[in-house]
């Protein structure tokens, strides 16, 4: 069974590979930190399996961003996942600090 989290905040859930050494991951993990870290107060973040149903429901296969309800790939730059925030506060009218 599957929990939904209900909030008055952004969602942004990160996915992972099953049976991949972590270490190969960083990059991508830095990337993603570093611009959750920026909105941390306006963001619920979490991590997910790519092998749960979560990530089928957004066709992630092997790792992937998803902010709000729009999924950005497996490889988003930086730049992308804070484009994608900044819309997300912007529609849903949340106050952000930097």
Same mark, same amino acid.
């Given at each position: ?24 991951? +960083?990059?991508? !993990? *830095? ?11 306006? =963001?619920?973040?979490? %991590? ?20 709000? +309800?729009?999924? !950005? *790939? ?11 925030? =900044?819309?997300?506060? %912007? ?8």
């Amino acid at each position: 069974m599957e929990v939904i989290y209900v909030s008055d905040k952004i969602q942004v859930i990160v996915f992972m590979p099953v049976g991949v050494c972590g270490c190969s991951q +960083t990059g991508f !993990l *830095g990337r993603v930190y570093e611009v959750v870290r920026k909105y941390r107060d306006v =963001i619920a973040f979490r %991590e997910d399996s790519a092998e749960s149903e979560t990530a089928k429901r957004y066709r992630v296969s092997y790792r992937g961003v998803v902010v709000g +309800t729009k999924s !950005l *790939g497996s490889n988003p730059t930086t730049a992308k996942i804070e484009e994608a925030i =900044i819309k997300e506060i %912007e529609q849903q009218g949340i106050k952000a600090s930097q």
